[in-house]
């Protein structure tokens, strides 16, 4: 056995593996945890297809921001495991419906990529072909696709993400009453002028006797 | 080299590419974890200096065996863990705090030897990878998964509460060293890191000897600030250590943590400290390039660049006082994520051809 068919069964052995401890695991927490594993054992997969930029991609995304928010909201939650388990066997029948309709999907899909008729070749490709853009990396070569063959594709994506992100934010944005909050620019604009002043007053002569008696009491009542 | 390397190559055979990877790793490793020892040393040196203490000064010539001391204490204390702790996790957490610290080294070039044939210089890397960068970032976004299993897995609302702040602000600030880094990416056109040094070498400055304005932190400037400053955020140092945050929540994530586990977390931020400060140096300020063309390239350039940027980090925890936490958020995204993002948008533009003749110097 090769030494990269060892890795390669390694790596799908573990993400089979999470992958099933995901959907079996109680604490939601570990499940969560489990996805992480399985979306690193895949970028590990991704990474011996050589598809370097994709696997980093799946790192950074969804294992260092997407499941990071996941994990906040799972931690936060007050989950009820008992009343999570319900109505497991009633919605066994329609989970299995659409776990069979993706995997048959996806048999489609692979068979026809595979072991169907070749994929004709990109701009990026013929071009490289002819030694116009020498590419080594597979970032490279991705990039010069994208930004060539499927240039309108991905910019609508990229469009459809900021609509997204704009809507995400517009939905959540509200101005709370309670909130304590100082805007910094009128904290840094702040003059001494403005919030303070400074009197200026004549000392007083203390008088001989008594009156020192007087001040030695104000100021034990200004010790206590 | 290569002769050198020939007899072990066949007594190893098969084995020889896992043997020579962890060589090379350990060559990495050690002299990295005696530099993390001796950062704590340098940190209470220099903050004692500056606050007109002496710092440690009775283990060993002038306290230079304090770390060593910390370090066998640590050793031996025990590590408890709490009855109400998710077991498996707690003992994960500092663990998936230090791994990534330390595997990011991987691609970390500390040196370049010149090819014997004239051609790309031969980086002192483990990995010399093409998506050096990307993989940097990529591990900088692990880092807080130690923080967080750490924080949750205690079971005290200390430290999950440090956990949230700390995953919170290290997510935030992310977003802005991805943004600076893809400004210098822009400018060397690769995201090799030997390629990024060996593309700030030439440069108008460069002609004149004077290498060091040729580097990526003149073009860079803005970017070069809010790089550090996000990697001081993304580190959890002061100004920005909410998470440890002593006054108000104790120490954060590792409020229950004793013996080597909380030894794990210290080291795992002080070698974080000591990759941002070598990224710094790489992208911005040129690696082991020479400041000037009459003295060599090497690795004490390397070295000292980093040590500068370490020294930064000690004098700022030195200077300012902890950030509020709203405020902290508030410069991660509403300062640094439009700057940085209008910054790639003017690079992007500079780098096109009616613009990029104007200043010939970089890139091209």
């Given at each position: 056995m090769e030494f990269t068919s060892f890795v390669f069964y390694f790596f799908a052995a573990v993400l089979i593996f999470s992958g099933l401890r995901v959907v079996t695991a109680r604490n939601p927490v570990h499940a969560a945890l489990f996805l992480v594993l399985a979306f690193f054992s895949a970028g590990g997969i991704w990474l011996l297809l050589s598809a370097e930029f994709l696997a980093i991609t799946l790192v950074m995304v969804y294992i260092g921001a997407v499941m990071v928010l996941f994990l906040f909201v799972v931690m936060m939650l007050d989950i009820d495991f008992a009343r999570l388990r319900e109505g497991f066997w009633q919605y066994l029948p329609v989970g299995a419906f659409v776990g069979v309709l993706l995997l048959i999907e996806m048999g489609l899909v692979l068979s026809r990529g595979f072991g169907g008729k070749e994929m004709p070749p990109t701009t990026a490709m013929v071009t490289e072909q002819a030694g116009a853009i020498p590419c080594k990396s597979n970032i490279c070569e991705l990039g010069s696709v994208l930004y060539t063959d499927y240039v309108y594709p991905f910019e609508l994506a990229a469009l459809v993400l900021l609509v997204a992100m704009i809507a995400a934010v517009s939905l959540t944005l509200r101005r709370r009453r309670t909130s304590k909050y100082i805007s910094p620019e009128e904290q840094i604009a702040a003059r001494p002028a403005d919030r303070m002043e400074l009197v200026k007053m004549a000392s007083e002569k203390e008088a001989p006797a008594s009156a020192a008696q007087d001040g030695a009491g104000a100021d034990k009542e200004a010790g206590q | 080299m290569d002769a050198l390397l020939q007899p072990f190559e066949s007594f190893f055979g098969p084995f020889w590419p896992v043997v020579w990877s962890l060589v090379k790793i350990i060559a990495l490793l050690v002299p990295l974890l005696l530099c993390v020892a001796y950062m704590t040393y340098f940190e209470r040196k220099v903050i004692g200096a500056m606050q007109l203490r002496v710092g440690p000064n009775r283990t060993g010539p002038f306290g230079l065996l304090q770390p060593i001391a910390d370090a066998l204490k640590l050793l031996f204390k025990e590590v408890i863990i709490p009855s109400g702790a998710s077991k498996g996790l707690y003992i994960l957490g500092p663990i998936l705090a230090i791994a990534p610290s330390l595997a990011a080294w991987a691609v970390i070039p500390v040196n370049a030897l010149a090819s014997p044939d004239g051609g790309r210089p031969i980086p002192m890397a483990v990995s010399d990878i093409n998506a050096g960068l990307l993989y940097l970032l990529a591990i900088c976004s692990i880092e807080v998964y130690g923080i967080i299993i750490a924080g949750w897995a205690t079971n005290s609302k200390y430290a999950f509460l440090g956990a949230m702040r700390a995953s919170a602000q290290m997510v935030s600030y992310e977003v802005s060293i991805g943004f600076a880094l893809i400004c210098v990416l822009l400018i060397s056109g690769s995201l090799n890191l030997t390629d990024i040094v060996i593309s700030q070498q030439p440069g108008e400055h460069a002609i004149f000897g004077l290498n060091f304005l040729s580097w990526n932190w003149l073009p860079l400037l803005p970017m070069f600030v809010v790089y550090f400053i996000s990697g001081v955020a993304e580190t959890n140092r002061a100004p920005f250590d909410v998470v440890e945050g002593e006054s108000e929540i104790v120490a954060g994530h590792m409020v229950e943590y004793s013996g080597m586990a909380f030894a794990l977390f210290f080291l795992a931020e002080y070698a974080n400290m000591i990759l941002i400060s070598a990224m710094a140096s790489l992208l911005?300020?040129?690696?082991?390039?020479?400041?000037?063309?009459?003295l060599p390239d090497g690795f004490y350039w390397m070295a000292l660049k980093t040590a500068f940027f370490l020294f930064m980090y000690l004098w700022i925890r030195a200077t300012f006082p902890r950030f509020r936490y709203d405020q902290i958020m508030r410069l991660g995204w509403k300062v640094f994520v439009p700057i940085t993002i209008a910054w790639v948008i003017v690079v992007a533009v500079w780098m096109m051809p009616p613009f990029s003749g104007l200043l010939t110097g970089q890139g091209g």
């Open positions: - | 911005f300020l040129g690696g082991w390039l020479s400041p000037v063309s009459f």
